[in-house]
């Protein structure tokens, strides 16, 4: 199993799923597709422990019950500095991943790709990485036109999640 260091979400229209290209702490390039199904589930399995750690992500006014990691993450954001998108030749074999196992730590998870039983990749996330991870996918949901109502509604009033942009998001 591939250990990841560094993944471009982009949602690609023909294929109507997310594509996630990735580099391997081996700096080998490898690709995986999620379908809005698997994604969904996903989504809300993670967005239960978000709430379960940071339970003022839901509708707390700025300023207010906004805890040390989301103040980070503002922070982050704030001086984010773009990193380029890994880039995936046409030669490199894509795998379809079809199930997503969570394996949670105190203060960070990994997520196990898994393309039928067979673990292909897995990554680590912080929280605060997770949490704009799961602003990236929303983007990207936006981006698909699929069903919002499929999101927990904690994570859709996340006043952190920011307008629709056109770019490739990484």
């Known amino acids: 199993m591939q250990s990841l ?5 982009e949602f690609i229209e ?3 799923r997310i594509k996630l290209s990735a580099l391997t702490t081996e700096d080998k390039a490898v690709a995986f597709w999620m379908t809005q199904r698997l994604l969904t589930r996903l989504v809300a399995h993670l967005s239960e422990k978000i709430e379960m750690d940071s339970p ?6 700025k300023g207010e019950g ?3 990691s989301d103040r980070d993450i503002e922070a982050n954001r704030e001086s984010f500095v773009p990193e380029s998108a890994v880039k995936i030749e046409k030669n490199i074999k894509s795998i379809l991943i079809t199930e997503v196992d969570i394996k949670f730590g105190k203060s960070d998870l990994t997520l196990v790709l898994k393309s039928g039983k067979k673990s292909c990749a897995s990554i680590s996330f912080s ?10 996918l929303y983007t990207l949901w936006h981006r698909a036109s699929w069903p919002i109502s499929l999101w927990p509604q ?9 307008q629709v942009s056109t770019n490739t998001i990484h």
């Open 5 to 9: 260091k560094k993944v471009t979400s």
């Open 127 to 136: 929280f605060s990485e997770l949490k704009q991870w799961l602003e990236i």
């Open 66 to 68: 906004v805890n040390n």
């Open 14 to 16: 023909t294929e109507d």
């Open 154 to 162: 904690k994570l859709i009033d996340n006043s952190s999640i920011k």
């Open 56 to 61: 003022q992500l839901g509708n707390a006014p």
